[in-house]
């Protein structure tokens, strides 16, 4: 087989128009510039009386409550969550579309061979010296295609397409958060539904035997109807508050399974709210509250993309050169192919430009940049709601906070009273209903106590939650 070799002109040529077009115009369209956010001078309106500490929240912020069953649970969930796994093959896709888009800079190469057997029939002229109008026919050819990017359409495309991946990313980083967030959220209220059900049903248990006691001074006359009815009546409010609490506490449970990537049926560690400490909470800073939410990032990532989408509506406006060349060659015989006299090639360009397209084009390029206003508008609307969010929650861990004093004060009156109640009766000063009567007192008090810390807690996440969790601003 011999070497071919293409006239140096043509190839000459070729080179020139790449290199030309190389150093062709700016990708037009805006560039993109990052969209100043509207940042306040303080989250609230008041100075909150609460204990903020400086530091940056780790990744692992669960991890502040102090329970190592819950960093276990965390983590099992994360790592078997089907919601991230979809944000992770989600993120992957965009990744190979920005890897796509790119090949669109280089020249695309292919080669094919085919192989015919023919008949030109007795009519027409054989091709062939030897006159044969059955035949076989071998070609192959290489062929070279490229699009110079002179006005920067496919930069922009890959730009658009590398800001959809880094949406993905912050949509993945979202997903973390909000299932960890939701994670220690359904444990927190599975452990607090669970220790108010079983102070809910001591509290039962007291009052049937306050009950039985009742009954039995009435049958002696130390008690009248009305209050055996009256403790009846409040032995009956108690026992139907039992029953939503445990509806809730199963449903808690079924969650809580869900989101660590289990079935509702598998059995669950056991956490007591006791177990769980007030985590220190994080100070929250503006800017870089604007550069850790997920969801602010994904929304800056729209907005990068909407600007990138401008640059390739105006890009299609704009002439469009093709470049090609080819080289091939066809024998009957294989090894024949390319042998001398057989070979052919073509170096040709082109370009299209377009003259008349019924405001198509002109329309698309409105659209791309009354879509950028939009997703402008959702930026600072993303702003904005992150600023919202904190401020509601450092409001409510204000308010939780003064609560929790209230409770605990009440904890320990009626703990008091019922160790009081409890040494009168011991010394024949009391009587054993009014003791029963203290200690539903105080069971009540702790169930009380138990809801309101378990709602400190949980706005303590909801506060690690709004200020983006432990993501990383690149």
Not at 164 to 190: C, F, K, M, Y
Not at 295 to 306: N, W
Request: aromatic fraction near 6%; glycine fraction near 8%; include cysteine.
């Amino acid at each position: 087989m011999s070497d071919v070799l293409i006239p140096r002109r043509p190839a000459a040529a070729i080179a020139a128009a790449v290199v030309l077009a190389l150093s062709g115009c700016a990708a037009v369209g805006p560039d993109y510039e990052k969209p100043a956010a509207p940042l306040p001078a303080a989250l609230t309106r008041d100075a909150l009386p609460l204990d903020l500490r400086a530091g940056p929240v780790a990744p692992d912020w669960w991890t502040v409550f102090g329970s190592p069953q819950l960093d276990a649970m965390v983590a099992e969930g994360l790592a078997r969550s089907p919601t991230v796994e979809t944000a992770q093959a989600t993120l992957r896709a965009a990744q190979e579309n920005v890897t796509a888009q790119r090949g669109l800079f280089y020249p695309q190469v292919q080669a094919g061979v085919n192989a015919t057997r023919q008949n030109v029939g007795r009519v027409q002229q054989s091709p062939l010296n030897s006159g044969d109008t059955v035949f076989r026919y071998h070609t192959a050819s290489l062929s070279v295609g490229y699009a110079p990017d002179l006005f920067g359409g496919t930069r922009r495309a890959v730009e658009q397409a590398q800001a959809t991946a880094d949406n993905q990313r912050w949509q993945l980083e979202g997903a973390r958060l909000t299932l960890a967030s939701n994670l220690v959220g359904a444990i927190l209220q599975t452990a607090m539904l669970a220790e108010q059900a079983d102070l809910t049903a001591q509290a039962v248990a007291a009052m049937q035997e306050q009950l039985r006691a009742m009954r039995n001074l009435q049958r002696n006359g130390y008690s009248s109807g009305l209050d055996v009815a009256t403790q009846e009546n409040l032995l009956s409010q108690v026992q139907q508050s039992l029953p939503p609490l445990e509806k809730s506490l199963e449903q808690s449970r079924n969650l809580t399974a869900v989101l660590m990537g289990r079935t509702p049926d598998a059995a669950l560690p056991t956490l007591r709210m006791a177990d769980i400490r007030p985590p220190a909470l994080p100070r929250a800073v503006p800017s870089e509250l604007v550069a850790r939410r997920p969801d602010v990032r994904q929304a800056e990532a729209d907005l990068h993309a909407a600007s990138a989408a401008i640059g390739v509506a105006k890009a299609a406006r704009f002439p469009q050169l093709s470049l090609t060349a080819s080289l091939g060659g066809g024998a009957t015989e294989f090894g024949q192919m390319f042998a001398a006299g057989n070979t052919v090639w073509s170096i040709g360009s082109g370009l299209l430009a377009p003259i008349f397209a019924g405001g198509t084009l002109q329309a698309r390029q409105r659209i791309a940049e009354a879509q950028f206003d939009a997703a402008a508008a959702q930026y600072r609307l993303s702003v904005l709601t992150a600023f919202q969010n904190v401020a509601d929650t450092l409001y409510a861990l204000s308010i939780d906070q003064r609560a929790l004093q209230v409770a605990d004060a009440s904890v320990a009156a009626t703990q008091a009273g019922y160790q009081l109640t409890q040494s009168q009766l011991d010394r024949g000063y009391a009587s054993r209903p009014s003791m029963l009567a203290a200690q539903q007192a105080w069971l009540q008090a702790q169930s009380a106590r138990v809801a309101t810390y378990g709602t400190l807690i949980g706005d303590s996440v909801a506060l690690y939650q709004a200020l983006g969790g432990g993501t990383a601003a690149p």
